[in-house]
Structure formats: structure tokens, C-alpha cells
């Protein structure tokens, strides 16, 4: 797999401007320049604006196929050319169609933080993948490779990122399948694990990048194998927003008391420093709250024992269930945050 940065691609583009500055292309050059300019007198639209742009690619296909520069130019030649139109073009556009609204953003963010927790408890097995295909080594490639899509801007090299991330899982399921003599399972294997290194990536903005690709990449290119895991891909972004707890092998109740504590993982995360002195500030801040509020939600704490009702006995043992559940939610998320639960009390209680 190609990669964006490699020296075929800046051929294709730095060739493509070569031949541009040159006064037989001033007819194509000025093409362009006029198509940017009536671009820029429209309101964005990201599916208008891809339209518009999908229409000026195939004219401009049918141009350079037809002029003198390109005459006696192979097929790879003027493949190239095109290639360097799109990284040109969609580079000039990259403000005007990336994220192109505030509905694009809030879905980003969406998809993000749902990735964001859970990273914190998904694992191999919620996916229903086999111990044989578990590859930390192989993963980590894949991962890094999705991550790198926010470093480029033009349609083709973002996807390039995409592809190389799914073919790195496409060579882990054959080299598996030809050492233990099994037959690959296809989209069935496939798919969860591409699901597994999104969750793991968390690539950034990936709602946006998705579209961006689909709408702005010629679409003579999205065919074929291209098609098939720009496909895959966003199929593990809808599982994402989607998930529960039947798409991870898990009973609903179970699933939403990992979302709880993943919640309270991350508000943990994000308020402070997550060693146990650098949480004795937020802590005080925490205790004085509980003392306060210690009446209202403990109405039993200076009570003696031969005083209490029957009845009060019963809302006593109810309010020692609830606080039970959720010391056990708090200690899982401590857990998970590698936070020592006595050094932090500690913290609290010198303070």
C-alpha cells in the first residue's frame, strides 16, 4: 500500500503543478482558478459542494485526457495528473468542506467520547474474537496507521491511512489462516477487529474524515477493494454509536454499569491530576460536600440503635444497599484509573 508521504505520491502532485505552470495548460489553469472562485461565492454545503466538485473532476478528466501535455501520456500518467487535481483542489477546499458545520462537529464529538469510554472496558472477547487472531504487535500498526489520518488533508491520502490500517488486518488474517490451516472468515473475523483498533485509536474527528472521503474522493476510485473498506469502516463507526450491551456478548445491565464507571473514570480524568496527591485538593472540595450533605441523605449517622423503628431499620438496610453498589462502581473506577483507594482516603483525611 502506497503511503501518503511516499515518493510516488509527491511525483503525482508536485508533476501535476509542474505541468500546470507551464503556457500550454494556461487554458486547464485558468479552469481551475475560475471553479474555486464561483465555489467560493456559495454557501457551504458539504453534499452540494461535493457535487459541484465530483462534476468539475470528471470535466477536467475529459480535458486532460484531450490535451497536447498529456497526448501521448500512459494511463498511470494521467491517473497521476488526477490525483494531483484532487490533493490541489480539496487542499484549497480543506476549510471550506472539512467539518463543514456544527452538526459535523457535534458528531465528531459524539463518536469520540463514546470511543473514550469504551477503551476503558472493551476487550478482545466483546468482539467475539478468536484467541488466535490476538496480535498486540499487529494491532499497535494498524492503530498508529489510523491516527495519522488528521496529518493530511487531501481525500486520497486520508484514505490511504484508512487502507493501510484495514490491510494490515487483512495480512493478519492470512498469515494466521496459512500458519494454523484455517480458512479466513472474511467480513465475519474482519470486521470485528477493525471495530476493536477504532476503539482503540480513537482516530480524531473520525465522523468528519468519513465523509470528507466519501464526498470529495473521485468516485471512480471508491470501487473495488477501496469500496470494501472505506465500507468496513464506516460500518465499525455506526456499531460504535450504537453499541450495547448484546453488540459485546454482555447482559444490558452489566454493560451500562461499565458505562457508569467508565463515566465516572473519565469526569475523574478530567478533573484532576490522577494520583492520589494531586486528587487531595479536588478531594476537600468532595468531603466538605458529603459532610454537608450528610443529614439530608444519612439520617441515621448520630442515631443509636435501640431508638430506631422497624420501619427505620428497613430504610437504614435500603440506604446500606445503595451505598454498598456504589462503592463497588467507585472502587472499579479507581481501579481502572491505577488510583491505590487507602492512599487516597489518606489524602483525604490528612486534609
Aim: charge should be negative; proline fraction near 5%.
Amino acid at each position: 500500500m502506497e503511503s501518503p508521504t511516499s515518493a510516488a505520491s509527491r511525483v503525482d502532485f508536485y508533476g501535476f503543478l509542474d505541468r500546470m505552470r507551464r503556457p500550454e495548460a494556461a487554458g486547464l489553469f485558468r479552469s481551475i482558478k475560475s471553479f474555486l472562485a464561483s465555489l467560493s461565492l456559495e454557501e457551504p454545503s458539504a453534499e452540494a459542494d461535493g457535487a459541484r466538485v465530483q462534476a468539475f473532476f470528471a470535466e477536467m478528466e475529459a480535458a486532460i485526457r484531450g490535451h497536447p501535455l498529456w497526448a501521448d501520456a500512459t494511463h498511470q500518467e494521467i491517473d497521476h495528473a488526477l490525483e494531483g487535481l484532487e490533493k490541489y483542489i480539496m487542499t484549497k477546499l480543506f476549510d471550506r468542506t472539512f467539518v463543514a458545520s456544527p452538526e459535523d462537529a457535534a458528531a465528531d464529538a459524539e463518536v469520540s467520547d463514546k470511543i473514550g469510554l469504551l477503551q476503558r472496558f472493551v476487550r478482545p472477547h466483546h468482539l467475539d474474537i478468536p484467541k488466535v487472531l490476538n496480535n498486540e504487535a499487529s494491532w499497535l500498526i494498524a492503530v498508529k496507521e489510523l491516527q495519522k489520518i488528521n496529518s493530511f488533508k487531501s481525500p486520497w491520502e486520508k484514505l490511504l491511512c484508512m487502507m493501510s490500517c484495514c490491510q494490515v488486518i487483512n495480512n493478519l488474517l492470512l498469515n494466521v489462516s496459512m500458519t494454523n490451516d484455517r480458512t479466513p472468515s472474511g467480513a465475519d473475523e474482519f470486521l470485528p477487529i477493525l471495530i476493536y483498533i477504532t476503539i482503540k485509536a480513537n482516530p480524531p474527528q473520525l465522523h468528519s474524515n468519513l465523509k470528507f472521503v466519501q464526498l470529495f474522493r473521485r468516485e471512480t476510485k471508491l470501487v473495488s477493494e477501496v469500496e470494501y473498506y472505506l465500507t468496513n469502516l464506516i460500518s465499525a463507526k455506526m456499531f460504535i454509536i450504537n453499541v450495547n450491551g448484546h453488540s459485546l456478548s454482555m447482559e444490558e445491565s452489566e454493560f451500562q454499569k461499565h458505562m457508569e464507571s467508565a463515566t465516572l473514570g473519565t469526569q475523574m480524568s478530567v478533573a484532576g491530576p490522577s494520583s492520589p496527591q494531586g486528587l487531595a485538593t479536588s478531594t476537600r472540595g468532595l468531603q466538605k460536600q458529603i459532610d454537608a450533605e450528610a443529614g439530608s441523605r444519612f439520617p441515621f449517622m448520630d442515631s443509636e440503635t435501640e431508638n430506631l423503628t422497624p420501619a427505620e431499620l428497613k430504610q437504614l438496610h435500603g440506604l446500606y444497599r445503595k451505598t454498598v453498589s456504589r462503592y463497588t462502581l467507585l472502587s472499579k473506577a479507581l481501579r481502572k484509573l491505577s488510583i491505590d483507594e487507602d492512599q487516597l482516603l489518606a489524602s483525604v483525611d490528612d486534609s
